[in-house]
């Protein structure tokens, strides 16, 4: 084993690229977790700062964010390409996850959790036993392959008290308009978020969130049924929560299947 190898194995590095502190300190811990012998020699909010840092400290492993200020993941990532390991940190769905794979290239999904990374940091550490590979021509096929796919929102950073937590889409339940701001409900919480009802609706998969008032946007996954009362007027009754959506005339077209 040559010296470089033995420094890999015991003591590799990263840097991290990630334009949202809390996702980046999300990311640092679950890493620290999963791959104490990692070290994070720098982080980054911007494509240029993620050069700079990558060329400073010439890391193990780079975690470059797809959609970055200045150069995106994509732009970093042709640019250090052979130099280290690349992994995305990406927010894409499962189909588009098929270019990652056939591109022998790894990647964490937004916002990450344990077992997600824990593949991810498997899969890096048998990397680091062989030279990064040159992933151009990987890279000329993935940016193909994810230019089809809509980007929709996939978590909602919302606060609560003083903390902020990430909710992923599939958790909530509906959006409210709350005077400057708008409620996000789960099952079991409810927080609030400085995004408008009318930014959020050109945000959210179009299949999944439903404008049913000019102050509600429902997933329809959390409908349990609709109800018409004597007037005509049509209520959503959720899956997971006591309270019933009205659902605003214009809206009613939406539900004549249902």
Request: proline content about 5%; overall charge negative; glycine content about 4%.
């Amino acid at each position: 084993m040559s010296l470089r190898e033995s420094s890999v194995e015991s003591t590799p590095t990263a840097v991290i690229a990630e334009d949202e502190p809390l996702l980046a300190d999300e990311l640092a811990d679950l890493l620290q977790g999963l791959w104490p012998q990692l070290q994070i020699v720098a982080r980054a909010r911007d494509g240029v700062a993620a050069l700079n840092a990558i060329e400073a400290h010439r890391p193990d492993v780079a975690f470059l964010d797809i959609h970055m200020p200045l150069l995106t993941g994509v732009e970093v990532a042709r640019q250090i390409a052979g130099r280290c390991h690349v992994a995305f940190i990406t927010s894409y769905d499962e189909h588009a996850l098929e270019a990652f794979e056939a591109g022998a290239m790894d990647y964490v999904l937004k916002p990450p959790t344990a077992a997600r990374l824990a593949t991810t940091v498997e899969r890096l550490k048998r990397r680091l036993q062989q030279p990064p590979a040159d992933l151009r021509e990987a890279l000329r096929a993935l940016v193909e392959r994810t230019a089809e796919a809509p980007r929709y929102l996939q978590w909602i950073n919302a606060s609560r008290g003083a903390s902020v937590r990430l909710i992923t889409v599939e958790e909530i339940l509906y959006f409210q308009s709350d005077q400057k701001y708008t409620l996000v409900v789960t099952a079991d919480t409810e927080a609030l978020i400085k995004k408008t009802i009318k930014t959020l609706t050109g945000e959210l998969d179009p299949t999944m969130f439903w404008q049913v008032h000019r102050s509600t946007v429902v997933n329809v996954h959390a409908i349990d049924r609709v109800i018409r009362d004597d007037r005509g007027n049509l209520k959503l009754r959720l899956k997971q929560r006591t309270e019933q959506l009205p659902v605003s005339e214009p809206y009613h077209h939406l539900f004549q299947q249902m």
